[in-house]
């Protein structure tokens, strides 16, 4: 698995996407390709894309550009059942963060 992820520079590729997301998040205003209230959402599947995620979003929501939606900024995770129906999903984590002002927005 490492050899795939340096192979193919998943990181880097994550790191680039979500880089892209802060800039649009700091240009929601301006047209840009995200609008206020745009929800994002990543299911990551590796510890080190998940902690590239948690962090993006968690300073997405530290300077107010974005909320995240999950419970308490933790991932929803597969339940017992998904996994014991689709074993490749023990690994996903979801994470998500609506963009633009919080106290705008509902739903």
Same mark, same amino acid.
């Given at each position: 698995m =490492? $050899? #795939?992820i340096a192979v193919n520079d998943e990181l880097? =590729? $994550?790191n680039a996407l979500l880089e892209s997301i802060v800039q649009a998040a700091?240009?929601?205003d301006r047209g840009g390709w995200l609008n206020? %209230?745009?929800r994002v959402a990543v299911i990551s599947f590796h510890s080190l894309e998940d902690r590239l995620v948690k962090r993006a979003f968690a300073d997405l929501e530290k300077r %107010? $550009?974005?909320r995240r939606l999950?419970?308490?900024g933790k991932p929803l995770q597969p339940s017992d059942q998904e996994v014991q129906n689709n074993p490749r999903s023990r690994s996903a984590k979801l994470r998500a963060v #609506?963009?633009?002002?919080?106290t705008t927005h509902t739903g």
């Open positions: =490492a $050899l #795939r880097g =590729a $994550l700091e240009q929601v206020q %209230g745009s %107010g $550009l974005a999950t419970p308490g #609506r963009i633009g002002d919080p």
